[in-house]
């Protein structure tokens, strides 16, 4: 990848590559780990942050397992290669559009509906859903009392406490509900 233009035709089509072994295999390790290694070859030196927070592969690992691994890898790494290309496939600036992208994708003016049916479409397994469905039942409940700010703060206080350990996708979604405690 010498000039713009090749890197342009490079991305372009490794995208639409990434994405139709997304849609076919996305559940299949095989294709998840070579397709892993092919973005990883590509880009994991020549793009600012690309593989930067991504999931520790261990081979001894159940296939199911490293199945998750890839598939969680190659989705972060899918939507690098994206951001990159709305930065026009460039690494000047890319860090501060990360952060400009994430700063939007918060939504502080969520409600309790709106984040569990954004929590349905989120890959979690079933336990961890019904956990998180469980704490935002107590929280919708504590938001509604009609208590002084202090009261519902102290019933709420152990909900962030609980949430801070959650992963940050997660937490993102919950974190703005804590703003419900005046209405």
Known sequence: MTDDRDIRAVV?????????VWEASSYDSDA?????????????DQIDGF????????????TA???RVYRENVKAMLERLKVFRENNYSNEGLLEYYIERERQIVDYDADFTAVRLELGLMELSRGEREEIISHLDEMEEICARVLPLKE???GLREHLVWLSGKEMQVALKLLPLFFRING
């Open 65 to 67: 397992d490293l199945a």
């Open 32 to 44: 998840m780990e070579e397709l892993f290694y092919r973005l990883m070859e590509h880009y994991g």
């Open 51 to 62: 593989v930067r927070g991504l999931r520790v592969i261990q081979s001894d690992e159940a």
């Open 12 to 20: 372009d089509e490794d995208i639409a590559h990434a994405e139709a």
């Open 152 to 154: 519902k703060w102290e």
